[in-house]
């Protein structure tokens, strides 16, 4: 059955230039629900025009007939069993109370939600739409589709910065897919510079790419904006470029007279090539053999490894520490070597993984509810 939703109230202050109504209209059309503006009559999720909340709340609440979400006791959004639940649930927002006859979810209970997606665990933020929380809520939002298990840069370093420029992004309206090409650009002159020796240049273009590659993902999920195409242009250059600007950097090294001889340069290019496309078939055979768990949540072990595991972000630490030291040569040759070890290591974890299969054991991520 499809789903309908609609919105009680009127709210003109926007978050990420989004008003209350416009926003629930992009989460129930990114859900796949009707949308019936400001007729509550015959719609199931009905949604308080003067809160808003993270899109997660919107996703369980949909999937859980007869719920309720609550803040101070208010009803902000509810799944209506039946159109008498649904006219309960108005009645009820406009006269800022909670209605009878649902399950109640009171965000002050601290209720929790996995992300699965975004490999996290987290209580949603829900809280009025008025002009002095704008800035908080945005923060909660920007933040609420955060990875939690990413590289150590992605992570510690520069969110801040990477929310900055998201919000400049919203404010002059520019579209997530416009993001993605001016950092696809920046990934094409970062390559051309190491392929020439422009080492300092060439990580000061890559790290700007590195940081639209986090702002284009934020920007599309807070303005609910994502797009099978926009999913496969940035996931697209995510996946191929890692290869190109490591061959770029091993040709530049002639420039700085530590060009690697010709077995030397091909054994590196092999192992970085081949790790590489291992470590993402590894990957990818985890998620089929789990039912879609990840291999970076299944122990902890697995989300700490990820922070520092042979990826684009932390192989661009190696090779900017070999660079400040003059030996960009040995650089090239260490991230070789921790690309064969990292690949080692999550081969191990999947041969694990299998065996406390074929024990019996039923693989879950370490982040889940026990319950």
Not at 70 to 81: D, E, I, P, R, Y
Request: aromatic share 12%; glycine share 8%.
């Amino acid at each position: 059955m499809t789903l309908s939703a609609a919105i009680v109230g009127d709210n003109k202050h926007t978050l990420w230039g989004l008003s209350a109504e416009e926003r629930t209209r992009r989460l129930a059309l990114a859900n796949k629900q009707d949308w019936k503006g400001a007729d509550a009559v015959g719609a199931n999720i009905i949604v308080n025009a003067a809160y808003v909340f993270d899109p997660l709340w919107y996703v369980h609440i949909s999937a859980n007939p007869g719920t309720m979400l609550t803040k101070n006791g208010v009803a902000v959004l509810a799944h209506a069993a039946d159109a008498a639940q649904a006219k309960a649930v108005a009645d009820a927002i406009r006269s800022e109370t909670k209605a009878s006859g649902l399950t109640e979810i009171a965000i002050e209970s601290g209720a929790t939600i996995q992300n699965k997606e975004l490999r996290k665990r987290i209580t949603p933020f829900v809280d009025r739409l008025i002009p002095e929380n704008v800035t908080a809520l945005e923060r909660a939002s920007y933040f609420g589709a955060y990875k939690g298990v990413t590289d150590a840069l992605t992570k510690y370093l520069w969110p801040e910065w990477a929310l900055m420029l998201t919000r400049v992004a919203a404010k002059i309206g520019m579209s997530p897919n416009q993001v993605t090409a001016i950092g696809f650009a920046l990934c094409l002159y970062a390559m051309w510079l190491f392929w020439y020796g422009h080492y300092w240049l060439g990580m000061a273009a890559g790290l700007i790419f590195m940081v639209l590659d986090t702002v284009d993902g934020k920007l599309a999920r807070c303005t609910i904006t994502s797009s099978w195409w926009g999913n496969v242009f940035d996931h697209g250059i995510d996946l191929i470029h890692p290869p190109f600007w490591w061959f770029a950097w091993a040709v530049g090294l002639s420039a700085w007279g530590q060009g690697l001889d010709f077995a030397t340069f091909w054994w590196i290019q092999g192992i970085l090539l081949v790790g590489y496309v291992i470590q993402r078939l590894i990957e990818g055979q985890f998620i089929l053999r789990n039912g879609g768990i990840h291999i970076h949540v299944w122990r902890k072990i697995d989300s700490d490894f990820r922070l520092i595991t042979a990826r684009r972000n932390p192989n661009m630490v190696i090779l900017f520490v070999a660079t400040l030291f003059q030996r960009p040569d040995i650089g090239i040759i260490a991230v070789a070597w921790w690309t064969g070890l990292s690949c080692l290591f999550h081969l191990v974890r999947l041969v694990q993984a299998e065996a406390f299969r074929v024990k019996g054991g039923t693989i879950r991520s370490w982040m889940e509810d026990p319950a």
